[in-house]
T-cell receptor, first 112, second 113 residues
Framework: QQQVKQSPQSLIVQKGGISIINCAYENTAFDYFPWYQQFPGKGPALLIAIRPDVSEKKEGRFTISFNKSAKQFSLHIMDSQPGDSATYFCAARNSGNTPLVFGKGTRLSVIA | DGGITQSPKYLFRKEGQNVTLSCEQNLNHDAMYWYRQDPGQGLRLIYYSQIVNDFQKGDIAEGYSVSREKKESFPLTVTSAQKNPTAFYLC????????????FGEGSRLTVL
């Protein structure tokens, strides 16, 4: 059973456009929702994260929107650049010391 | 520089052979993890360890084994019992319960011939 469902699987965006990736979860005990960015041949790295007590978090061109009632959260990349081309993973975790559960990833390509 | 070192970066093995992937961290992190990455499958948890000499199975532990004899080391053995071992393997670590961020190594790509 997939605990975090991520869509779309792949995404192509024009340079300067907005990239939007969505994730949905079922476990209401999740209380930490990060996004990781992975470039080819490298390990993922934390991009931005949110807790359910806020509905939005912004860091530069990257924004997480969180909808607790719908059990959904999304990553928005404003003014997308070719350097943003990577695979993005959403994830979630219970409070305490449990491991992160990852979505299946979205491969983003930003074309000029 | 602190970080996580995985070796080898590329590894080829014949069917029926065991292989051990190395993961070393100098971040003084308590928790360490092994994930497997396949195209379109995301990151799936194999094993994790929160303290030395203790580890737990993840979602896909069958055919794998680990040890945690030292805080900085968490090697993963892919045994001949693993039916589809060809994959990209990622090791990660986390400081502890008080820290959320997971730090990843650069991965090891295993190909079974």
């Amino acid at each position: 059973q997939q605990q975090v469902k991520q869509s779309p699987q792949s995404l192509i965006v024009q340079k300067g456009g907005i990239s939007i990736i969505n994730c949905a979860y079922e476990n209401t005990a999740f209380d930490y929702f990060p996004w990781y960015q992975q470039f080819p041949g490298k390990g993922p790295a934390l991009l931005i994260a949110i807790r359910p007590d806020v509905s939005e978090k912004k860091e530069g061109r990257f924004t997480i929107s969180f909808n607790k009632s719908a059990k959904q959260f999304s990553l928005h990349i404003m003014d997308s650049q070719p350097g943003d081309s990577a695979t993005y993973f959403c994830a979630a975790r219970n409070s305490g010391n449990t491991p992160l559960v990852f979505g299946k990833g979205t491969r983003l390509s930003v074309i000029a | 520089d602190g970080g996580i070192t995985q070796s080898p970066k590329y590894l080829f093995r014949k069917e029926g052979q065991n292989v051990t992937l190395s993961c070393e961290q100098n971040l003084n992190h308590d928790a360490m993890y092994w994930y497997r990455q396949d195209p379109g499958q995301g990151l799936r948890l194999i094993y994790y360890s929160q303290i030395v000499n203790d580890f737990q199975k993840g979602d896909i532990a069958e055919g794998y084994s680990v040890s945690r004899e030292k805080k900085e080391s968490f090697p993963l053995t892919v045994t001949s019992a693993q039916k589809n071992p060809t994959a990209f393997y990622l090791c990660a670590s986390r400081l502890g319960p008080e820290s959320e961020e997971l730090f990843f190594g650069e991965g090891s790509r295993l190909t079974v011939l």
